[in-house]
Every structure is written in C-alpha cells, then in structure tokens.
C-alpha cells in the first residue's frame, strides 16, 4: 500500500495540488491541505490500516479538507470580486487568473451542480468516481452535470456568445 501511495503522489502531485487550489484559491494553503492529507494517509497506511482504492481515499480525503479548509477560514475568505485585487506571485498568476475565471462562471449554478462540472471538467474524474467521491448515485452525478452544462449554455446564449 506505501508503493501504491508513492506511485500516487509521483505521479499524480501536481494534480493533487490543482485539485486543492481550485477550491480553496490560495496556493500555501492548498499545498498546506494536500500535505497534511498525504501525511494522513501515510500515517494510516504505515500502521497497516487497509484501504480498497487509494487513490479514490486521497482525493475524497483532499476534497473533504478543502471543505473542512472553507469552514475553518469562513471569516477569511475573500469574494470573488476582491480576488482580483489579491497580490498574486508571477509564478501563480495562470492559476490564479484561471480560479478566478472558472469561478465566476460556475458561481451561477448551484454548488451540487459546479462541483460536478469541477471534477468532470477540471479534474477529469470519470462520472463513476464523481459518484463514489460525493457519496451519491452515478445517475445523481450524471443528471446533475447535464442540468449544469445547460444551464451554462443557456446563460452564454443569454449574453451573446457562440456555442
């Protein structure tokens, strides 16, 4: 189980860490939670806890620290018009601007439905693991994902952009 947790965070570090930043938008903190994440796991895979699927237990335990993250920091957080103004390092600048983006355009739908298109879109999780990580159906999963992706087009057709 330690090889596989290795193989995991080899190969898969930096979109651990895209997966984190996306929902907390600040980069020490994200590193922050997929650090003490992966210091979990590690911990309970030493002491020979057993796990089914690793890499699906990282990225619920990632997900469910970023929520725990939005709870602890609610007085903290900063709207996402202010974001902009956020002193950003040039090295995290795509990131950031791409957050900011991304955000604005999924703050329209409701949050069961922009963590779906999150996941599907951004973070390229098959409907199956969207299913397993929010703990519903993968019919729920699916619906939800259709229902937002037509709420988006209707919304740019509204404002006059080209599907």
Request: aromatic content about 8%; overall charge neutral; hydrophobic content about 40%.
């Amino acid at each position: 189980m330690l090889k596989e947790l290795e193989r995991i965070v080899e190969e898969r570090q930096d979109w651990l860490f895209r997966f984190a930043y996306m929902r907390i938008g600040i980069r020490e903190d994200a590193e922050d939670v997929v650090q003490e994440v992966l210091l979990s796991v590690f911990r309970r895979l030493r002491e020979k806890t057993s796990m089914d699927n690793v890499e699906q237990y990282l990225i619920r335990a990632i997900s469910n620290a970023c929520t725990d993250y939005s709870r602890r920091k609610h007085l903290k957080i900063v709207p996402i018009g202010m974001a902009e103004q956020l002193t950003v390092d040039e090295g995290d600048r795509q990131i950031h601007e791409e957050f900011i983006r991304i955000n604005r355009l999924l703050e329209s739908l409701p949050l069961e439905q922009s963590e779906i298109v999150r996941l599907k879109c951004y973070d390229n999780l098959t409907f199956k693991q969207i299913a397993e990580l929010q703990d519903i159906p993968e019919a729920t999963a699916k619906s939800r994902y259709r229902y937002a992706i037509q709420h988006l087009q209707q919304m740019m057709k509204k404002k006059g952009y080209t599907i």
